[in-house]
């Protein structure tokens, strides 16, 4: 079983920037992947960065160049650092780690950007 913490979520003016953490409750040394989705009302969740234990990163079209996925294995976190955030990035972020395959989800974390 593995516990997942998002925090850093707030309320931001666009253009700014916010940086999400995802703290596990155990080493993500032994993660096959792990990544951020969000939900935004109205809309089904979906990916915004993932990063497999090789260090491989992905990237939505949408966020590309204005987030960064990254982690820390010695602190057991994931972090995702968003720069020149939109209105459009309204929504509940959520962070996932599969371990041994088995998929593992947060309780998210709201972020809000005002116009």
């Known amino acids: 079983q593995v516990q997942l913490v998002e925090s850093g979520g707030g309320l931001v003016q666009a253009g700014g920037s916010l940086r999400l953490f995802c703290a596990a409750s155990?080493?993500?040394?032994?993660?096959?992947?792990m990544g951020w989705y969000r939900q935004a009302p109205g809309k089904q969740r979906e990916l915004v960065a993932t990063?497999?234990?090789?260090?491989?990163?992905n990237y939505a079209d949408s966020v590309k160049g204005r987030f960064t996925i990254s982690t820390d294995n010695a602190k057991n976190t994931m972090y995702l650092q968003m720069n020149s955030l939109k209105p459009e990035d309204t929504a509940v972020y959520y962070c996932?780690?599969?371990?041994?395959?088995?998929?593992?989800w947060g309780q998210g974390t709201q972020v809000t950007v005002s116009s």
């Open positions: 990063v497999t234990s090789g260090g491989n990163t």
């Open positions: 155990r080493s993500i040394s032994r993660a096959n992947n």
């Open positions: 996932q780690m599969m371990v041994s395959w088995l998929n593992y």
